[in-house]
């Protein structure tokens, strides 16, 4: 078992509705995620596009920037064995057709609105996960929490 952070955001759609905002942190929690940070913020356009710049050029770019500087937002630091595969399969397919279909009890399956308006963020990978930790929480110290907190999950 190897601890495991990940970043975990949730969308304007999603805190927009404050029961839905309270259900997924209720999910976090069920899934045995430790919550290490947490932010509520909003973004500026120029965040957004910084963000997501590796879509720039895709035909949802566009939308996919506004809506994610539409509201506010709410990010997550979560920790646990294996993170960033557990939190990718407990959100479900991208596109909300494809969630709803094919995994009917995850994030979005349940609560997707659109390809878009989709709920949840979370990296995809170890490097994705440590640039967007550093993107939203820039005085974060993954190596420094590690070596705290990594000798009391092994125990
Ligand atoms: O990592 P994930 O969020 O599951 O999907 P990505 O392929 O990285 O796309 C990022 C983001 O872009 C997605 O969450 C919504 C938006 N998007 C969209 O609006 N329309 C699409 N057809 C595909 C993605
Ligand atoms: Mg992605």
Known sequence: KVLQLTLAVIKP????????????????????????RRKDLAWTREDSQRFYC??????????????MSSGPMRAYILAREDAIRHWRELMGPTKVFRARYTSPASIRGQFGLTDTRNT?????????????????FPDF???????????????
């Open 54 to 67: 590796e879509h720039s050029g895709r035909f949802f770019y566009q939308r996919l920037v506004e809506f």
């Open 141 to 155: 110290c993954a190596e420094e929490w590690m070596k705290k907190e990594e000798p009391s999950f092994r125990s």
């Open 13 to 36: 759609d999603a805190v927009a509705h404050p029961l839905m905002l309270e259900a997924l942190h209720q999910r976090i929690l069920d899934n045995n995620f430790v919550i290490v």
């Open 120 to 136: 949840t963020h979370g990296s995809d990978s170890v490097e994705s996960a440590q640039r967007e930790i550093d993107f939203f």
